[in-house]
Nanobody, 115 residues
Framework: VQLQAFGGGTVQTGGSLRLSCAAS??????MAWYRQAPGKQRELVAR???????DYAEFVEGRSTISRDTTKNTLSLQIDSLKPEDTAVYYC????????????WGQGTLVTVSS
């Protein structure tokens, strides 16, 4: 099983970014994006189930969209109105379908928002 995240980079405050994650090797239930800023704990950004139902952390609510293509096993995250506090390494996460519901992580992609 492999998750590969890409799409990070440096963007100015107020800009937008789209992150993508390619998953392979299994079928996945819930998929999610997490982030970890320097010196802080990893936190959930958004998650989506196989039926497309999503929920978001309060800090991206209203300016972010998570989506997935279950046929291609891809996951995306669009974030608009980026703020310097959005600077972090973003990780894709996927829970494997079926027992024991193993959770896998991608390698992370760095997003830097310049002020």
């Amino acid at each position: 099983v492999q998750l590969q995240a890409f799409g990070g980079g440096t963007v100015q405050t107020g800009g937008s970014l789209r992150l993508s994650c390619a998953a392979s090797g299994s079928t996945f239930n819930t998929m999610a994006w997490y982030r970890q800023a320097p010196g802080k704990q990893r936190e959930l950004v958004a998650r989506i189930n196989p039926r497309g139902s999503a929920d978001y952390a309060e800090f991206v609510e209203g300016r972010s969209t998570i989506s997935r293509d279950t046929t291609k096993n891809t996951l995306s995250l669009q974030i608009d109105s980026l703020k310097p506090e959005d600077t972090a390494v973003y990780y894709c996460n996927a829970r494997e379908e079926g027992y024991p519901w193993t959770v896998y992580w991608g390698q992370g992609t760095l997003v830097t928002v310049s002020s």
